[in-house]
């Protein structure tokens, strides 16, 4: 089993970035792929990123392309969303997600979830 905990969401003006923080602890972080998903309110859950195991591999929604960066430290088994020039949009619950394997930016091919980090950017 693998347990991830989100951490880094708050408030923060359009403009303006944050960093996420994806923490797993667990069964050992060997050869997993990892995603951002957020979900708005009333709205779908929608891919944001994905990143392979080794780092090497990058995979982003068209609306975050050039704004966010997803990185990993696997020394840590932490994974990060850097964002910044943040949009009123961009509000959402965030979340971290694992898979064995590569990268996919569908949810239903995560194994595992993390409980979410609150994004909230104010126009």
């Known amino acids: 089993q693998v347990q991830l905990v989100e951490s880094g969401g708050g408030l923060v003006q359009a403009g303006g970035s944050l960093r996420l923080s994806c923490a797993a602890s667990?069964?050992?972080?060997?050869?997993?792929?990892a995603a951002w998903f957020r979900q708005a309110p009333g709205k779908e859950r929608e891919f944001v990123a994905a990143?392979?195991?080794?780092?090497?591999?990058?995979y982003y929604a068209d609306s975050v392309k050039g704004r966010f960066t997803i990185s990993r430290d696997n020394a840590k088994n932490t994974v990060y969303l850097q964002m910044v020039t943040l949009k009123p949009e961009d509000t959402a619950l965030y979340y971290c997600?694992?898979?064995?394997?590569?990268?996919?930016?569908?949810?239903?091919?995560?194994?595992?979830w993390g409980q979410g980090t609150q994004v909230t950017v104010s126009s």
């Open positions: 667990g069964r050992t972080f060997v050869n997993w792929a």
């Open positions: 990143i392979s195991w080794s780092g090497g591999s990058t």
């Open positions: 997600a694992a898979r064995r394997g590569s990268p996919r930016n569908l949810g239903y091919e995560y194994d595992y």
